[in-house]
């Protein structure tokens, strides 16, 4: 057959025409993906930040706030992140206007200077329905340990060197009762440069159940609440109420406000004020925070836990871990760790 030079012509042009049409296409949908996460960066609004000086160290298990922090960002249309801090650092991104709210314990509220750096807009009840927190010292259930004199020379386990109940308000207890803090053996932890305090009331109680060398430590009421009556065991490191004698109790704290910085917007501010306290929060998210809901911060209600820091460090009770806050009026030249 004879083939026709000037439809082979045709037919190549139509080929020439649709395989650059083709690449235009392609060329289009490239540029689209490379470009497409910029302007989805370029589009997200500054994110709501909250500090927080909770611990939280299992990655396997969500942490107390992601509720609160879902249930915020639906609220302001825009992402909120919570940052896990010491409280000094708190005071200072607070006061730089990086942080926009903090969710503090009673005593970080003293040791940030309390209102002279920020604004406290609400504080919670707790799951026990109280407004008041207040840490156990527990003894093993067949040590022969009564009282807190009789602690003098033992072992003892912290929780966290911040910790309003489990740390602080434990060593208030053995200040008020006429002990001296080298009167109290720290408990060497398994860890290389350890502080010597555990990370949680959980990991208090483990220890003090399970060893054999450590008779007593600290916990948060809270935590203790939440624990079984029995069924504690050493093999799946769980731990349950009958391991254990309650020998003395902490003063009562405040429960610690959630607070603004004065650099933060007003309107936003505003918004979360109305949030906390008009009922909206959800019950997801009260719960894994241990709250029941959040009412009005009083007026001098932190004063005596500002005086209380204040004896233990002169007391020689508060260390280091656990930085004195600078005065208002003086640039705070700390940074983060």
């Known amino acids: 057959m004879a083939r026709d030079p000037f439809g082979c012509l045709c037919l190549l042009a139509a080929a020439a025409c649709m395989g650059a049409t083709l690449a235009g296409c392609t060329q289009q949908v490239g540029d689209a993906a490379l470009f497409q ?24 298990v969500a942490a107390p706030w992601h509720p609160l922090e879902q249930a915020l960002a639906k609220k302001f249309g825009r992402p909120v992140q919570v940052i896990a801090y010491r409280p000094f650092q708190i005071r200072s991104q607070l006061e730089r206007g990086y942080l926009d709210f903090a969710i503090l314990s ?42 807190l004199a009789d602690l003098k020379g033992q072992r ?4 966290p060197s911040w910790d309003a109940v489990s740390h602080l308000a434990a060593a208030n207890a053995f200040m008020q009762a006429g002990l001296e803090p080298s009167d109290i053996v720290r408990e060497l932890l398994p860890l290389p440069l350890s502080r010597r305090h555990h990370l949680d009331s959980f990991e208090v109680a483990k220890a003090v159940a399970y060893e054999p060398l450590l008779p007593a430590g600290a916990v948060d009421e809270v935590d203790y609440a939440s624990w079984p009556e029995k069924g504690g065991s050493i093999m799946f490191q769980t731990v349950s109420k009958d391991k254990f004698r309650v020998v003395a109790r902490t003063v009562d704290l405040p429960e610690g406000p959630i607070v603004a910085s004065r ?29 029941q809901k959040l009412v009005p911060v009083l007026g001098g209600e932190y004063a005596g836990v500002a005086d209380m820091v204040r004896k233990l460090r002169t007391a020689g009770w508060v260390r280091e871990d656990v930085p004195e806050a600078a005065p208002a009026s003086e640039p705070v030249a700390r940074t983060a760790e």
Not at 37 to 60: D, W
Not at 156 to 159: C, K, L, Q, S
Not at 269 to 275: D, L, P
Request: net charge positive; charged share 25%; with cysteine.
């Open 106 to 147: 009673a005593t970080d509220f003293a040791e940030i200077g309390g209102d002279e750096s920020c604004l406290a807009i609400a504080r919670p009840v707790n799951s026990l329905g109280q407004d008041l927190r207040h840490g156990l010292i527990i003894v093993k259930r067949d040590s022969k340990i009564q009282a």
């Open 37 to 60: 996460p910029m302007r989805t960066l370029l589009k997200m609004k500054e994110p709501v930040r909250i500090g927080t000086t909770r611990v939280h160290m299992n990655p396997m």
């Open 156 to 159: 003892f386990a912290f929780g």
């Open 263 to 291: 650099k933060a917007d007003p309107k936003l501010v505003e918004a979360m004020r109305a949030y906390l306290l008009g009922g909206q929060v959800p019950d997801k998210a009260l719960k894994a925070m241990d709250w």
